[in-house]
């Protein structure tokens, strides 16, 4: 790990859509300068120069890569230049931010983490809903135990585009998605399937639904598409106790406690004894101190280099979430059929995850389910 002094010199390279964002949130975090912007078209480089004309710009990522103050690059191009661009950056002994998904294989990611590692470099990966208050709020109701057992989650994101020419729907969207779940459940899940249809772009599924299947029968459901008239971002974790409604459109009650549940009879012996309890209790919507998640996340990514700590974010959570999508991909193709995710899982969870708690075996369990080689690999060690 390199010795970091008190000004992180970072440089950014691409500035389309997001981009923008990380180098206003860099250029205002204390302690750090935002040294050099980086993009392939002139055109973005002629509006960024009029925005920050004292940063110095450039359209060589070899001139980014090479430059001898850079202590930090944050990539925010598309995701068919993260390996290549993060590799040369870390080679080159600089800390690199990588926008999600990290990569575009398991492999490449792999890669990256075993680098960074070898270098002694801070990789972190941009994601930003992890940095989220609400996000934060909602980890600290699951983990006190507030809304009992949790049961499943449904998210959905949804909009009208914006279409990407290189991935689908679900390496688009599906990530923050997946990253939130990750956190909340704080376990990796044992299979997933995934189903999709193009109608835009021939080959490239704008409209995704992914299915994560957990041990101890839990579950959670993505909904992704580029065509809906609304923008949706909803999330509802259902607990034993409680339910939580999460939507990130609403601009302040953006989260929701609902003292709802179903209780089923201890006892009983007839089935005319047997009767669902249906519980409708409060509502409650916490308070949420405003920040914005991309100014914590850029703060995060400069105080793990400082304090050369590895960030909540870091390349080996990007790679989880690639896992994911590597597998969804497969499942994609083979229309939907279940991809076992790690030897571990299956070893330890088989028993508990092929029935859904009532014993009639709904949802996809161990039968038919798709193990790719790398995990074949690992079941058969
Ligand atoms: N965290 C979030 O909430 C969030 C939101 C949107 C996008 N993103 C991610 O940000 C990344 C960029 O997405 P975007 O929508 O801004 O893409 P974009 O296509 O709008 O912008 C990419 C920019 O990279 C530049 N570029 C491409 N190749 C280059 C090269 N070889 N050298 C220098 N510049 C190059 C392009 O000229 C362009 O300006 C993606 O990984 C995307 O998933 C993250």
């Known amino acids: 790990m390199k010795t970091m002094k008190k000004t992180i010199k970072v440089g950014v390279v691409g500035c389309g859509y997001w981009g923008p964002n990380l180098i206003r949130n860099m250029r205002q975090a204390p302690d750090c300068q935002l040294k050099l912007i980086c993009d392939a078209s002139e055109q973005r480089l002629r509006h960024m120069r009029r925005l920050y004309p004292d940063v110095e710009m450039?359209?060589?990522?070899?001139?980014?890569?090479?430059?001898?103050?850079?202590?930090?690059?944050?990539?925010?191009?598309?995701?068919?230049?993260?390996?290549?661009?993060?590799?040369?950056c870390l080679e080159a002994g600089k800390h690199a931010f990588i926008e999600k998904p990290m990569a575009r294989t398991v492999a490449e990611g792999e890669e990256l983490v075993s680098l960074a590692d070898r270098n002694g470099l801070?990789?972190?990966?941009?994601?930003?809903?992890?940095?989220?208050?609400?996000?934060?709020?909602?980890?600290?109701?699951?983990?006190?135990?507030?809304?009992?057992e949790l049961q499943y989650i449904a998210a959905r994101r949804l909009n009208l585009g914006l279409f990407q020419k290189d991935i689908n729907v679900a390496w688009d969207l599906a990530p923050h998605d997946i990253s939130i779940i990750l956190h909340l459940l704080d376990e990796k899940p044992v299979s997933v399937s995934c189903q999709g249809s193009s109608h835009v772009t021939r080959g490239i599924e704008d409209?995704?639904?992914?299915?994560?299947?957990?041990?101890?029968?839990?579950?959670?459901?993505?909904?992704?598409?580029?065509?809906?008239?609304?923008?949706?971002?909803?999330?509802?974790?259902?607990?034993?106790?409680?339910?939580?409604?999460?939507?990130?459109?609403?601009?302040?009650?953006?989260?929701?406690?609902?003292?709802?549940?179903?209780?089923?009879?201890?006892?009983?012996?007839?089935?005319?004894?047997?009767?669902?309890?249906?519980?409708?209790?409060d509502a409650y919507?916490?308070?949420?101190?405003?920040?914005?998640?991309?100014?914590?996340?850029?703060?995060?990514?400069?105080?793990?280099?400082?304090?050369?700590?590895?960030?909540m974010t870091s390349g080996?959570?990007?790679?989880?979430v690639v896992r994911i999508l590597e597998a969804a991909g497969i499942s994609l193709r083979q229309n939907g059929?279940?991809?076992?995710?790690?030897?571990?899982?299956?070893?330890?969870?088989?028993?508990?995850?092929?029935?859904?708690?009532?014993?009639?075996?709904?949802?996809?369990?161990?039968?038919?389910?798709?193990?790719?080689?790398?995990?074949?690999a690992v079941l058969a060690a």
């Not at 992914?210 to 992704?224: E, P, S």
């Not at 999460?246 to 012996?269: C, F, G, N, S």
């Not at 076992?340 to 369990?365: C, K, M, Y």
């Open 122 to 148: 801070i990789l972190m990966v941009g994601h930003t809903f992890l940095f989220s208050p609400a996000v934060r709020r909602m980890k600290e109701i699951v983990d006190s135990g507030d809304i009992g």
């Open 316 to 320: 080996r959570q990007g790679l989880e």
């Open 58 to 88: 450039t359209n060589s990522f070899e001139a980014l890569v090479n430059h001898p103050e850079i202590d930090a690059v944050v990539i925010a191009t598309p995701v068919r230049f993260h390996y290549e661009m993060a590799k040369a």
């Open 207 to 281: 409209v995704t639904m992914m299915y994560l299947n957990f041990r101890k029968n839990r579950c959670a459901f993505i909904q992704n598409s580029w065509l809906d008239p609304k923008k949706v971002r909803t999330m509802t974790v259902v607990g034993s106790r409680r339910m939580i409604v999460y939507d990130d459109t609403e601009p302040l009650e953006k989260l929701k406690i609902y003292d709802a549940r179903v209780e089923v009879p201890p006892h009983y012996d007839t089935f005319a004894e047997f009767t669902y309890s249906y519980h409708y209790g």
């Open 337 to 376: 059929t279940a991809v076992a995710l790690n030897g571990d899982a299956r070893l330890n969870g088989v028993a508990e995850q092929s029935t859904n708690g009532n014993g009639n075996g709904h949802g996809p369990g161990y039968d038919g389910v798709v193990v790719p080689a790398a995990s074949r």
């Open 285 to 311: 919507v916490p308070y949420i101190k405003q920040d914005e998640p991309l100014k914590l996340e850029c703060q995060h990514f400069l105080d793990s280099i400082r304090e050369e700590s590895s960030p």
